[in-house]
Every structure is written in C-alpha cells, then in structure tokens.
C-alpha cells in the first residue's frame, strides 16, 4: 500500500482549518486513488467546519457556494478549485438520489458512514495519518468492493450506487462481495429513477475498463435494466458454422477485443443487437442476419439518444455498427470508394471494429477473415500514406475552377466535381488538373 502524499494547496488548506480550531482531512477518491499509487483526479476535503466558518476562514480567497445546503464550498487556489464540506448525515432519500435533508455533525466517523463503499470512506490528513473505521485499506488491498454497512439501505439512498459499484469493480479488476452483490441484483430496478446523464457517464466508464466483460456476462439482469433492448440477445443462439456463443456472449467477447475507448467500446456492444429480429434460416437451418447492421443501427440510435449522448458520437456509432460487417477486399478501388464515403478515420476504426468481432467468432476461418482483414488495413494505410485521391479535397481541381470554364454556381459544380472524383477513383482519369478539366468541360456540354 502506498503512502499518500499531500500535495502543496490541499496541505495548506487542512493546515489553516486545524489553524483555525477546526478539523481537515483528504476524504474519498482521491485517499483511495494515494493507496492504490495512483493520481487523483481531484482532491476533495472534509471538516467540522460549517460553510460560513469555511468562508471566513478562506475569506482571502475566491470561494463558491456549489452546494451550501448540502455543507459545500468550493475554495479555488492557484486556479484549482477544492470542495471542503462540512461533515454531515444524511436524512431521507424519497427520490433514491439525493437525501431530502441533511445535518451537520463534529464527527468524521458520522460523514465516512454516509459514504458508499468502504474503500471510499477513508480519510487523511499528516498529523493523524490514515483514518479508516470501516476497513476500506483491507477492502483496498483484497480487491474488495464493499459497502459501508447495510448495501440495502447504501442503494435505497442512491441507486446510482449500484452502477458505481460494477464500474469499480470494471475498472479496478476489483471483487464485488456478495451481500454487496446481492442488493445490487435484488434493487437493480432502481436505476429507473436515475437520469440518463448520470448513467450515460457511469456506463461508458464501465465500459472501458479492463473486466468490462466480466461485469457484463455477471450482472446482465442490470445492464437490461438501462438497455432492455439487449434482452433480446441474452441466450439467442446463432446456429451458424462462424459463430460459437449467443448473441450478448458473442457481445461481451467484441467488448473484450477491442480497445478501451468509449467509441469503440459501445459500438462493440451494439453491433450485434439487430440480429434477433434480423434472423432468417434457410432450408438446411442455417440461420442468416442479412439485415441486422441496418436494423442495429436504427435500435442503436434511438439508445443513445435516450442516454443523451452527444448527436456526433451517435452518428460515429450508427455508422461503423451499419458498416461493421461489410465485405472488404485490399482492392484499391474499392477501399478509395469507401474511403470517400466513409473518410480514413472511420474506416481505420472498422478495422478494429472487424478485427474484435472476427476475434470474438468460432474458428472456423478466423486465420481466413484475419489473413484479409490485415491484408485490408495494409492496403488502407499505403493508400491513405500515399495521399492517393479518395476526396474531393485531394482533387486536383475545385469549384472555382469550374466556375471559371462557365458552369453556373449550385448544384451542379458539385454533381460534375463527384462524377469527376468517381473517374480518378476507378482509375479512368489521372488526378492532373489538365485532364480533369477537359473531362469536366464534356460534361458541361452534355445536356442536365
């Protein structure tokens, strides 16, 4: 276990509230993340202090009031702003959110109680080291995600609790315990009551850490609860010679496969989630899902929408699962065309996309789709390297050359700029202004 090692400002600021007759300590996260020899992220305090006491104290400094109800001030020194709240119990929670009142109390003890899950109810400060009445540098240290007290009630409080919990334990490679465990099962219907934003954030999160497939196989009952549309895939069998799991197994395995980035993370979780209403089996009882990109795409973004994603990501998303499973051979023409369509950035995305599902299949011609696929990426990278013509940006004429050989401004200059761009695609036109511009004057003849 790590020592923890206060930086300058947060040192300053529990020395001038013990200064000042008060206590100070580092509190939560940023405790947890000293432990495990990580940086925190950010340093929140806590004190006996109540929030007027904290804004006489600091009165010498920019203070914000960013919750005083709730015992909250934010002091902002040398451009950073520190949170210091006044230690506090928690009345009721009727919304499963946010306590209906709270108290202020002159116990550390009453305000670590409060808190979620043990290795998040540790304090600190220099003069009396690390203080941790329930466990949480054993938790720490175990691997152990545990609430402090009773889980029930921790998530009764606050049911975003429950998805903190599977996102610790996803990106940590920590151990839920299984009382914790448990409650987390048995209230999980609770996350109704959270809004889309708060869940949104903790998903992606999740879904980015290194046992996001663990979390996802263990606690699919609570991942339906936020995306119910993935039921459909829990144990839908695929029957097919390139598959070997269901459809959500096969899922979590892309999931596994791909890199921890939140574009590709849940592009990897949605790809699939159109096959169930996509299937089709033939005379044999081959199963077949010509349809399912299509049909996944239109699911998927109506999800995202609903978890407030931002309008650019959804459509990223929507278009790499549409195109995630297309054909593609190292065949220059073909790439340039859906590099025109697509842009470089987002077919070298399918590339992972496509390697992380074939991974993610039964063997029968894995060494087959991998040997192409690769061949693929070559082809794509000396292509986009090369600076051949795939854009019309890369077009050795422009606009405002055809405006200059008589075409009138509008639709038209950009019909005949993309018919021109299809020709040097295909290989029929050098990308050489002269030549470009002697085919565009043809057509300028022709007849609309």
Not at 11 to 33: E, P, Q
Not at 253 to 279: C, S, Y
Request: charged share 30%.
């Amino acid at each position: 276990m790590m020592e923890i090692k206060l930086p300058t400002d947060v040192k300053m600021i529990i020395d001038r509230l013990c200064g000042s007759g008060y206590d100070g300590y580092a509190v939560g996260g940023c405790v947890r993340d000293s432990l495990m020899g990580a940086a925190p992220h950010d340093w929140d305090l806590t004190t006996d202090a109540l929030p007027d006491e904290i804004e006489r104290i600091f009165a010498d400094y920019k203070t914000l009031d960013i919750g005083k109800r709730f015992g909250t001030i934010a002091v902002m020194v040398n451009a950073e702003l520190y949170e210091i709240t006044t230690y506090r119990v928690d009345g009721a929670y009727s919304d499963a959110r946010h306590p209906d009142e709270v108290s202020f109390s002159d116990r550390l003890r009453d305000d670590l109680a409060r808190r979620d899950f043990t290795v998040n109810a540790m304090a600190y400060n220099d003069r009396e080291g690390l203080v941790d009445p329930y466990g949480g540098a054993r938790d720490l240290s175990d691997g152990v995600i545990r609430c402090v007290g009773v889980p029930a009630e921790r998530f009764g409080e606050d049911a975003l609790r429950i998805l903190r919990a599977l996102r610790f334990a996803a990106t940590l490679g920590f151990t839920i315990e299984p009382e914790t465990s448990k409650a987390i099962l048995s209230q999980r219907t609770l996350l109704n009551t959270i809004a889309a934003e708060r869940i949104r954030d903790e998903l992606l999160k999740l879904l980015c850490g290194d046992q996001a497939d663990f979390i996802l196989r263990r606690y699919r009952s609570v991942i339906a609860v936020l995306i119910p549309e993935l039921k459909g895939t829990f144990d839908f069998e695929q029957h097919s010679k390139h598959h070997n799991r269901d459809v959500y197994r096969h899922t979590v395995a892309a999931v596994r496969n791909v890199e921890p980035e939140p574009l590709l993370r849940v592009t990897m979780l949605f790809h699939d989630i159109g096959k169930p209403l996509a299937q089709t089996t033939d005379k044999h009882g081959i199963c077949h899902y010509r349809n399912h990109p299509k049909i996944g795409a239109a699911m998927t973004r109506e999800i995202l929408r609903r978890l407030c994603m931002p309008n650019a990501f959804i459509d990223e998303v929507c278009t790499m699962i549409r195109y995630h499973d297309e054909r593609f051979k190292p065949e220059p023409v073909m790439l340039k065309g859906y590099l025109k369509l697509l842009g470089a950035d987002m077919m070298l995305k399918l590339m992972l996309i496509q390697r992380a599902d074939i991974l993610a299949q039964s063997i029968y011609l894995r060494a087959e789709k991998l040997s192409n696929l690769a061949a693929v990426s070559d082809e794509l990278r000396r292509i986009i390297t090369s600076e051949e013509c795939y854009s019309l940006r890369q077009l050795a004429v422009s606009g405002a050359d055809l405006l200059h050989i008589g075409y009138a401004s509008g639709i038209r200059i950009g019909q005949t700029l993309d018919q021109l761009l299809d020709l040097v695609i295909a290989g029929e036109l050098p990308n050489e202004k002269e030549a470009l511009i002697a085919r565009a004057k043809e057509l300028f003849d022709k007849p609309e």
